[in-house]
């Protein structure tokens, strides 16, 4: 969920919530990792971090999620 919601701040240009949402998602998931029934946790926690680089640097042009 946190995740969706992090590519949707992004999207509405709101920096700070994609930042906070990042954060939450990838505190709450990372405990799944690397893999959880079926979904490739540490793909997406990878994804995470590279979106939170990318805030960090101050933009939130986020790459489209792989599923």
């Not at 946190?2 to 700070?16: F, L």
Request: with cysteine; aromatic share 4%; proline share 7%.
């Amino acid at each position: 969920m946190h995740v969706a919601v992090a590519w949707y701040q992004a999207g509405r240009g709101n920096r700070v919530g994609c930042e906070r949402q990042l954060e939450k998602a990838a505190r709450r998931l990372g405990p799944f990792a690397p893999e959880h029934r079926a979904v490739d946790v540490a793909s997406i926690l990878e994804q995470v971090e590279t979106a939170k680089e990318i805030v960090a640097a101050q933009s939130i042009e986020l790459p489209p999620p792989r599923l």
